[in-house]
């Protein structure tokens, strides 16, 4: 079955960076339009970053622009977030999802706390 694996969490400082990745399996990963989730505790999940599966446009949440970066390679069937000056408020569990038409389907998730 499909399956999508996220690695690359951890424990970080305030200001530092980390990049994340979800690789995914027995999918046709280029046409699949690829997102990152995430969720603290006690919050509702939230919309992180989307790419498409075609241009590569991406979108990004308000609270993560110009700090974030979602890129795809499809030689890879990877897609990654690059984290760069991250905050407190950025720890959650980063789940990634991958969708095409009423389809889709979920990793299990990384941990990503920061935290001095």
């Known amino acids: 079955q499909v399956q999508l694996v996220e690695s690359g969490g951890g424990l970080v400082q305030p200001g530092g960076s980390l990049r994340i990745s979800c690789a995914a399996s027995r999918l046709a990963f280029s046409t699949y339009a690829m997102s990152w989730y995430r969720q603290a505790p006690g919050k509702e999940r939230e919309l992180v970053a989307g790419?498409?599966?075609?241009?590569?446009?991406?979108n990004y949440a308000d609270s993560v622009k110009g700090r974030f970066t979602i890129s795809r390679d499809n030689a890879k069937n990877t897609v990654y977030l690059q984290m760069n000056s991250l905050k407190p408020e950025d720890t959650a569990v980063y789940s990634c999802?991958?969708?095409?038409?009423?389809?889709?389907?979920w990793g299990q998730g990384t941990q990503v706390t920061v935290s001095s």
């Open positions: 999802s991958a969708r095409r038409g009423g389809i889709g389907y």
């Open positions: 790419i498409t599966s075609t241009v590569g446009g991406a």
